[in-house]
Each structure stands twice: as C-alpha cells, then as structure tokens.
C-alpha cells in the first residue's frame, strides 16, 4: 500500500516523472504550463478555505469526507511543485533547506519570537546577523553572504 512505503521528494519526483513519460505528457509539462497548473490547483485548495473563517488546528470540527477532500487539493498541489522544480533543475529539498536558512538570517528569533502585533518583519530592528549589509535587495532576503558567516 502507498501509505506504508516512506515518502521522499525523490520518490515523489521520480514517480511524477514516470506518471508523465507513460503518457507522454512530457511535451506538455513546460515549466510555464506546470505553474498555471498549480496556481489552478492553489484556485481549488483555497476554495476549500474560502467562506469558513478562521478554522482551529487540526479541523476538529471538518468530517472526514472535507479532509479526505483536502488532502487530496494539498496533494495536487504538492505534486505539481514537485514537477515544476524537476522540470526547472531545482532540488526542492535543498532549496527549501536554504531558504529555511535564509529565513532564520532574515527573522531572528529575539526580535521576531512571539510577535504576532501585526507588524511587517521589516519593523523589528536588525540584530547584527539580519543588518542591512547582509539583506539582497533583488530578493528581498539575506544574501548568500550572509550564510557563509
């Protein structure tokens, strides 16, 4: 059964690879294409959302049909990113454990710890690791030498 098998990106990856050669969808999956793609996908999960409000952790109050339903937009949408960043050369893993790293710079954890005020990020003062000669301005986050520190 798939749910006994351990997920990875990498297995994720190769079986959305093998799912489009089988097919021959290949042609079809530009990355330009698999991102309409997910943002229609983003469309149908946040229709999900769209008039209940604010909803507690965990859904206490969903059926499990609503879940099953949910799980399935969440999956869709992970499965397209999955293929879009192989499509594009991009190793998901990786790239999300910078940019985790890139946030950590970018959000230290005094300044930022609990802070829920509604204040933009760029309110809290810069902390010798977030200062503004470690920020990119092209990307809006610390630069690459500010991880090398």
Request: charged share 30%; hydrophobic share 30%; proline share 6%.
């Amino acid at each position: 059964m798939a749910g006994e098998e351990e997920v990875t990106l990498e297995s994720l990856r190769k079986k959305m690879a093998d799912f489009a050669r089988e097919r021959d969808w290949e042609p079809f999956h530009s990355p330009r294409n698999l991102l309409l793609a997910l943002v229609g996908e983003v469309g149908e999960l946040s229709e999900i959302f769209q008039w209940k409000g604010e909803v507690p952790k965990g859904l206490p109050e969903w059926g499990e049909e609503e879940k099953q339903h949910l799980g399935e937009e969440l999956s869709d949408v992970l499965l397209y990113l999955v293929r879009l960043s192989d499509m594009c050369g991009v190793d998901l893993g990786k790239a999300a454990l910078r940019k985790l790293e890139l946030n950590a710079l970018k959000y230290p954890v005094q300044p930022c710890k609990g802070s829920s005020s509604g204040k933009k990020h760029t309110h809290h003062p810069p902390t010798s690791a977030s200062n503004s000669s470690t920020e990119d301005p092209s990307s809006g986050g610390a630069s690459e030498e500010a991880l090398k520190r």
